[in-house]
């Protein structure tokens, strides 16, 4: 236990005098080491000679030697030089040197602590000879010193920022920011001091925290006086201190507007003229007041508020440009009125009572004279009614119009009709009076209504379009019972051969293009003249229709087969009109219940046979079945293989396919290859095949041609260019389009053409005993070729 104790005390004092070592240099420390003794038996305590922590050195050192650090030692050096001292880590050998033989720790340049605050190295001692370390590594940091070389800079170059007018001193305006790269830890080097050397005595800054305030009263800070400022904020080091560094930005500051300013007329008293015959709605001038402010302030209302044309003038506000735009909201007459005069008001529209009363407005008089013009002629209502009786005679005044002179002069007035509403020229005018008059008859069953426009113009103007006036009239046909009635449609209908008397086959109607104001009345009743009084009878309805009844029993098909029964027909107004409808009764055979069985020939057929809209369609089918026919025969005539070559004369784009691959070698006819393999000895009269050449180009019976030496190395260009200059040269060439394609292949080939048909040599001429030298299969062609010589020869 005492034991433990001794060791507690001992650690607490080594600690101490290694805590006052630190603060003197490089320190010493002794560690517990366990070392295997060469009996591995027997343990023992050793000391560890040197360790160092950190060192320091001051940043942006300018001297022109190795900058010194400090002393590595180790007591395991004895300065005999048998131990060397070894440096690694960060900047080790270029930054850091090391002397090798006493520890002396050099920087080669100067550093800069904003850059790399510290830096970690490793020391330890080797034995020179062995190289073997004689004690552990151990690591230490070199610390840069903070100097005072860095200025403060601000977060922007340029801020920008603005405040309302009319503000309070100390009104927040904004804040700007600097910063300073230097140690904060270390000395003043970054303690920052704000202070304003641009921008007395508006503005003030805090020397803190950079905030800028106004620093004048409301009365000083007049958006209209002066809008912009320029502030120049200043930030120095070392707390503002003389020495210290410094860094600037600029502020700029705008004041924004407040509703501080009514609306001002630039003159009292605004003149207008305006001539008579202005439209209403339209404008005819304006008025502009002023305002400080601008934006949203200076938006402002114009109102009338008297003056004797109130209701004869408007004011309205242009929002683009704020200006009053007078108009009319009645016509104006010279000859009535020659003057007006009004007061106009403006005021904003969104005042601000911190700065203005709700009460603040101005206002200006205006005064307008109407101008006389010479006006065209007026109507005395904008449009006319007139009515007249269809049978009205030709000359009939239907009614008149009336215009007048509005100018002083009251000059007479002209009335014409315009044409083009009147085309078939029914109506005419009096150019005196106005009077309008029938000229042609009126019939209301054509036309009910006419529109016509009547036109006014002054004496004085007649050639001037511009002084016309034009007013619609309306003239509606009155109605007179001019046209009988008729029945509503032709009607057919039967009685059976076993009808009783009094009994209804038929019920009739009439018709009237008549328009009579009570509406229509038509009475029915049998013809006198009519042969069927025994027969049929008629009897009205009441209600414009009629039935027909029988007067008898029992019909007789046999008999009559037919009856035409006439009804007369009459309206009921004055003057009466009436007219004779014929109605249909045909005699039929029926059954118990009346329903039609059988009637005469002409019905039956009639009743039996296809009516007329079967017939047609009927017919159309036909038409269409032919038209089909047709079509697909022209299609199949179309589809019929066109000749190759339509005109023996016309080879243009024409391509012609034979599909033939020739007979072999002994095919001779087909086409001569001698002449593309030996261009040279071609026929100058040799004709062309893809045209038909006079009779008197035929050429003679083809003569046996004796072999010209072909030329060595013979150029297929020579030979295209040979062939092009033959085209170009025979007039029985085709067009300069046409293809024309040479199978040449060159000259100068060893073999030659083993085919008979490129040889030009005569066939006796060739020896062909050589083949019976190759052996047994070419034997028979030796026997064959060398067999016919002797009959050709022969």
């Known amino acids: 236990m005492r034991t433990w104790i001794v060791l507690l005390l001992w650690a607490c004092a080594h600690q101490s005098v290694n805590a006052v070592a630190l603060s003197r240099g490089p320190v010493r420390r002794k560690t517990k080491e366990i070392e295997g003794l060469q009996d591995k038996d027997l343990l023992r305590r050793s000391k560890r000679g ?46 850091f040197v090391i002397d090798a033989n006493s520890g002396d720790l050099h920087a080669t340049r100067s550093l800069d602590r904003e850059e790399k605050p510290f830096y970690t190295l490793r020391a330890q001692v080797v034995n020179k000879k062995t190289g073997l370390p004689l004690e552990p590594e151990t690591e230490f940091t070199v610390k840069l010193h903070d100097i005072n070389d860095n200025e403060p800079k601000f977060d922007k170059e340029v801020y920008t920022a603005s405040v309302p007018e009319r503000s309070h001193i100390g009104t927040y305006v904004t804040q700007v920011t600097a910063h300073d790269a230097d140690d904060e830890m270390f000395g003043y080097s970054a303690k920052l001091a704000y202070s304003i050397s641009q921008g007395h005595p508006y503005f003030s800054v805090e020397p803190n925290t950079g905030i ?139 005042p601000d009572p911190r700065f203005l009363s709700l009460d603040a407005k101005d206002m200006a008089t205006i005064r307008v004279s109407v101008e006389d013009v010479d006006e065209p002629p007026q109507f005395e209502k904008i449009s006319y009614i007139l009515e007249v009786k269809e049978d009205a005679a030709v000359g009939t005044v239907i009614g008149s119009v009336s215009a007048v002179d509005p100018d002083m002069r009251r000059s007479p007035v002209k009335y014409s009709i315009d044409r083009h509403t009147d085309v078939d020229r029914i109506f005419g005018v009096y150019a005196g009076n106005g009077s309008i008059f029938l000229q042609k008859p009126l019939d209301r069953e054509e036309f009910s209504w006419h529109n016509i ?183 199949k005539r179309q589809k019929k293989k066109e000749p190759l070559i339509i005109s023996k004369e016309d080879v243009r784009d024409n391509v012609v396919s034979y599909n033939d691959e020739g007979g072999g070698e002994e095919d001779t006819q087909a086409f001569d290859i001698g002449a593309l393999r030996h261009p ?86 060739q020896d062909y005993n050589y083949l019976s030298e190759w052996g047994p299969r070419f034997r028979k062609l030796a026997d064959m070729y060398g067999g016919e010589d002797s009959d050709w020869d022969s």
């Open 50 to 95: 040197w360790m160092w922590r950190q060192f320091f050195l001051q940043e942006e050192f300018t001297g022109t030697e190795h900058q010194y650090i400090g002393k590595l030692h180790s007591d395991m050096d004895r300065g005999d030089g048998t131990v060397m001292y070894v440096l690694t880590g960060e900047g080790a050998g270029t930054i």
């Open 212 to 350: 800028i305030r106004t620093a004048l009263g409301p009365s000083d800070m007049d958006r209209e006086q002066r809008e912009h400022y320029q502030v120049v904020i200043e930030a120095k080091d070392m707390a503002g201190q003389r020495g210290g560094l410094t860094g600037t930005t600029t502020v700029n500051i705008s004041l924004t507007d407040v509703n501080d300013n009514p609306p001002r007329f630039t003159q009292s008293i605004y003149q207008f003229s305006v001539p008579e015959i202005t439209k209403v709605g339209s404008s005819f001038g304006r008025i502009r007041a002023v305002d400080a402010d601008v934006g949203r302030n200076a938006e402002m209302d114009y109102t009338i508020v008297s003056g004797d044309g109130l209701d004869v003038f408007d004011i309205s506000t242009d929002r683009n440009t704020q200006e009053g735009m007078l108009s009319l909201k009645k016509p104006l007459d010279y000859e009535t009125k020659k003057s007006y005069t009004l007061q106009i008001q403006v005021q904003n529209i969104h």
């Open 453 to 635: 426009s009547v036109i006014a113009t002054e004496f004085r103007h007649l050639d001037n379009p511009e002084q016309t006036s034009r007013v619609p009239v309306h003239i509606r046909v009155l109605d007179v019972n001019d046209n009988p009635p008729m029945l509503a449609s032709f009607y057919e209908t039967f009685v059976c051969e076993n009808a009783k008397a009094g009994q209804k086959i038929q019920t009739i109607s009439a018709v009237d293009p008549d328009d009579p104001v009570g509406g229509h009345r038509f009475l029915f009743s049998l013809a006198p003249e009519s042969s069927v009084r025994a027969n049929f009878s008629v009897r009205d309805n009441g209600d414009n229709t009629a039935g027909i009844f029988t007067q008898r029993k029992g019909f007789g098909r046999m008999h009559k087969s037919t009856h035409l029964v006439a009804v007369v027909i009459q309206d009921g107004h004055f003057p009466r009109q009436s007219s004779t409808g014929t109605l249909t009764i045909r005699v039929c055979t029926c059954d118990r219940d009346g329903n039609m069985e059988m009637c005469n020939a002409e019905a039956l057929s009639s009743g039996t046979g296809l009516s007329t809209g079967a017939l047609v369609a009927i017919l159309l089918c036909i038409l269409i079945l032919l038209l089909i026919v047709v079509l697909f025969a022209a299609l």
């Open 680 to 765: 040279e000895v071609m026929e100058e009269s040799k004709l062309r095949r893809d045209i038909l050449p006079p009779e008197s180009l035929y050429p003679p019976p083809p003569l046996r041609r004796t072999m010209v030496p072909s030329r060595e190395n013979a150029d297929v260009r020579d030979f295209i260019n040979q062939r092009v200059q033959e085209n170009d040269g025979n007039p029985t060439a085709p067009p300069y389009d046409s293809l024309a394609t040479y199978a040449y292949e060159g000259n100068g080939s060893v073999a030659e053409s083993l085919s008979s048909l490129g040889s030009v040599s005569s066939e006796g001429e």
